[in-house]
């Protein structure tokens, strides 16, 4: 399946914390402002109109670096862009990307917390499911909620008895699109998933169920998805033994009255 255009984002950052993505997702996340470099397709993320490249920066827990380092650094700096890869994965050379935002700004103080939103156009849209059947959902009621946090505790369990079947089910919406957005075999995606799902099964510790009291429950993609975490910060599903610890973030999207995985 050949994709018509592809969307990629290019981020590097160090010395504050800083979550960002394409329409909300959490593409570039630094808790603890030690510095990443993050290159990704983000072809899954873009929706036919009204895009968006979404951001915070913030102050570390405790408002220091895992050094000691009182944040923000001195040379603390944020770049991120969205833009059309050449065939290397690289910006076109003359060609300026859809959407681009630096810190510390040019001018003025180096304010944190700061939120960015940077609307952006795209000539292609990517053909992903997600978009044409989730509905926008502005606010949740009570019942959306307790749906929603079941729904990820399901999941949860799931990945825990190493289902590979199971996983690929309940999170085929989001999957689906990946093979659409990248390109692949729906088939071909649906076989990785199920053989590499069943590897949650061996982790040794996993976090109990969530309840709807420490959900947290953000609204992204313009109402059509709601990122789920613990609390304000931590991924709605995490796994973990003494070497490796796994953590998932988890979209939830209103499909025909019902809450599924949609991201």
Same mark, same amino acid.
């Given at each position: 399946?050949?994709i018509?255009?592809? *969307? ?9 914390? +800083?979550r960002a ?17 993050? *290159?990704?397709?983000?072809n899954?993320? +873009?929706r036919p109109?009204?895009? $968006? ?22 040379d603390?700096? /944020?770049?991120? $862009?969205? *833009? ?22 040019? +001018?003025?103080p180096? &304010?944190v ?11 292609e ?8 059947v989730?509905?926008?959902?502005d606010? /949740?009621?009570? &019942?959306?909620?307790a ?18 079947v ?10 689906d ?7 692949? $075999? ?27 009291? $420490? ?42 009255g019902?809450?599924v995985?949609?991201?």
């Amino acid at each position: 399946m050949a994709i018509l255009n592809n *969307y990629a984002m290019k981020a590097k950052c160090y010395g504050v914390a +800083i979550r960002a993505g394409v329409n909300g997702s959490l593409t570039l996340v630094d808790l603890k402002g030690e510095g990443k470099m993050v *290159y990704r397709q983000v072809n899954d993320w +873009i929706r036919p109109e009204k895009n $968006s490249l979404t951001g915070l920066l913030f102050l570390p827990p405790g408002g220091s670096l895992p050094d000691g380092t009182r944040a923000p650094t001195p040379d603390a700096f /944020l770049q991120i $862009s969205i *833009y059309v890869p050449d065939e290397l994965g690289e910006p076109v050379v003359g060609v300026p990307p859809l959407a681009a935002f630096r810190w510390p700004l040019p +001018i003025g103080p180096r &304010v944190v917390p700061m939120p960015f939103t940077i609307p952006f156009k795209i000539a292609e849209p990517i053909p992903t499911r997600l978009w044409s059947v989730a509905a926008v959902v502005d606010s /949740l009621t009570n &019942v959306d909620r307790a749906e929603i946090v079941a729904l990820v505790n399901r999941l949860r369990a799931v990945m825990a008895a190493g289902d590979g079947v199971g996983v690929y089910e309940m999170m085929q919406l989001r999957y689906d699109d990946e093979a659409i957005a990248e390109g692949f $075999s729906i088939a071909d995606m649906k076989q990785v998933v199920v053989e590499q799902s069943g590897a949650f099964g061996h982790f040794t510790r996993g976090q109990p169920d969530l309840d709807v009291l $420490s959900a947290g429950l953000t609204l992204v993609a313009g109402g059509q998805l709601y990122l789920i975490t613990r609390g304000a910060m931590q991924s709605a599903i995490t796994f973990e033994d003494d070497e490796t610890k796994l953590s998932i973030d988890v979209y939830a999207a209103k499909v025909n009255g019902t809450w599924v995985v949609g991201r």
